[in-house]
């Protein structure tokens, strides 16, 4: 199993960007599906975004635009860039890794609120 990082959450106000990073323990990163999900109170966890090892990525609707997802092999390292941050953002949002064989880690998970 791969120990996933999260870091860069934090309190933004309305309209502001926060960027996610999540580092992989793992010898060998590139084979590596990539994603990041949230999870607001009381609601279930969903997908934002996903970026694949050739670096093809896909995002939930509500942040199309937004959000740009990012990978550095080099580095182990996914993020997330995420603008305009409406108050419906707010969530824990959690890095999920995928390996070749269908494996799937997750992160511990790194707050964000938007609020004024």
């Known amino acids: 199993q791969v120990q996933l990082v999260e870091s860069g959450g934090g309190l933004v106000q309305p309209g502001g960007s926060l960027r996610l990073s999540c580092t992989a323990s793992?010898?060998?990163?590139?084979?590596?599906?990539m994603a990041w999900y949230r999870q607001a109170p009381g609601k279930q966890r969903e997908l934002v975004a996903d970026?694949?090892?050739?670096?093809?990525?896909n995002y939930a609707d509500s942040v199309k635009g937004r959000f740009t997802i990012s990978r550095v092999n080099a580095k182990k390292t996914v993020y997330l860039q995420m603008n305009n941050l409406k108050p419906e953002d707010t969530a824990v949002y959690y890095c999920?890794?995928?390996?070749?064989?269908?494996?799937?880690?997750w992160g511990r998970g790194t707050p964000v609120t938007v609020s004024s």
């Open positions: 999920n890794a995928r390996d070749p064989l269908g494996g799937v880690s």
């Open positions: 793992v010898s060998f990163f590139g084979p590596y599906n």
């Open positions: 970026i694949s090892p050739g670096h093809s990525s």
